[in-house]
C-alpha cells in the first residue's frame, strides 16, 4: 500500500520561488528604467566636458594669434595639445557593473575630425578679392550617445557651434565685427562703418572615432598678418556652407554682428548700411555707405582683416 502524499516544505519551495520572482521585477525595473537614466546622466555630463574643453581650445587658439600681431616675441609655429575623451568610458577600464555587466549604461562613443567638411569663406572689397579661404576649416567633435540627443560641437573661424537635430546654435561667436566709427576733421563730420574679421583658417584633413580618448596638436603657421583696407564702397563677407543649417547659423552670426553695436541692417538687396542675404546655402553679409546728405550717415566703409592658419594633427590615446 503505498504512503499518503505528503506535502512537507511546500511553503518554503513557494517563497523561494516568490522571492526570486520580487528580486526579478526589480532587477528588471531598473534596467528598463534606472540604467537609462544613469546613461543620459554620464552622457549628459560627458557632453558638457566638451564644450567646456572646446571653450578652453578657442581661447587658447585665440592666446596664440593675438599674441603675434605687431609682437616682436611671436608665438608663430607654437603647438598646443589638447584631448578630448570621445565617449563615457573615456578610454578607461570601467568598474560600475562589472558583477551585473546587464546593470550598467553602454558607454558611448564619438569622432573627431578635421575638415571633414568643407566651407569656403571669402571677402571682397569693391568686388576685389580681398581674403578667400577654401576651406575655412574645422575642428569637430560628433557625438555615439546611446541615451542622450546626439550633438555635434565645431570650432570654425574662431567661433564655435552646436550642431543638433533641431538646429544649430552659436555657442561662442565667431570674431566677425561691424561698428560705427568717427573720422570727421574741422571742416566736415564724417562718419564711417568699421569691418573687423578675423580670417581664421584650420589645415589639416583626418578623423579617430571609438570610445578612447584622441589628441589633438594644433600649430599656429608662419604668416599671421594684419590687412587695414580704408574707403571703401562695398565689402562683401561670403560663406559658401556645405548645408542648410550652417548657412542659417553663419545668418545669425552676421546678424549678431551688426546687432551687438546696433547698425542698422535689412535682408532687401537695397538695405544699407548692412545687407544680410541668403541664396541656398550660400549666405553674404554686405556692408555699404548710406546715401543722402545727412553727416551722421555712414560715408565708407573700412575694412580690417586678420589671418591667421593652424594645422592640425589627431592622435589615437590608448588609455589603461
Known sequence: MPPPARDDGLSEVVGFVLLLAVIVVALSLYQVYGVPAAGRENEIAHMNQVKDRFVDYKIALDSLWVSSINNSRSAEGVTLSTSFDLGTGGGYTQKDGALFPVLAPMPSGGTVSVNKYRDNLSILRDGE????????????????????????????????????????????????????????????????????????????????????????????????????????????????????????????????????DGVGWGAGTNDRPVCIVQEGTRVSMICRSEMGAEPDRIQHVDLDITRASFTVVLQQTITV
Do not use: C
Open 129 to 260: 578679392e580681398r581674403v578667400v579661404l577654401a576651406p575655412m576649416g574645422e575642428v569637430a567633435y560628433r557625438s555615439t550617445n546611446n541615451y542622450w540627443i546626439q550633438q555635434r560641437y565645431v570650432y570654425q573661424m574662431g567661433g564655435l557651434f552646436l550642431e543638433q537635430d533641431t538646429g544649430t546654435a552659436i555657442r561662442l561667436s565667431p570674431p566677425v565685427s561691424l561698428y560705427k566709427i568717427n573720422t570727421s576733421n574741422e571742416s566736415s563730420l564724417r562718419y564711417g562703418l568699421k569691418v573687423e574679421v578675423a580670417a581664421i583658417q584650420i589645415f589639416g584633413s583626418q578623423e579617430i572615432g571609438g570610445q578612447g580618448v584622441a589628441r589633438v596638436d594644433t600649430r599656429l603657421r608662419e604668416g599671421v598678418t594684419g590687412v587695414a583696407v580704408a574707403d571703401g564702397e562695398n565689402i562683401t563677407v561670403t560663406v559658401d556652407a556645405h548645408d542648410n543649417k550652417t548657412a542659417l547659423t553663419w545668418r545669425q552670426a552676421f546678424i549678431n554682428a551688426a546687432e551687438r
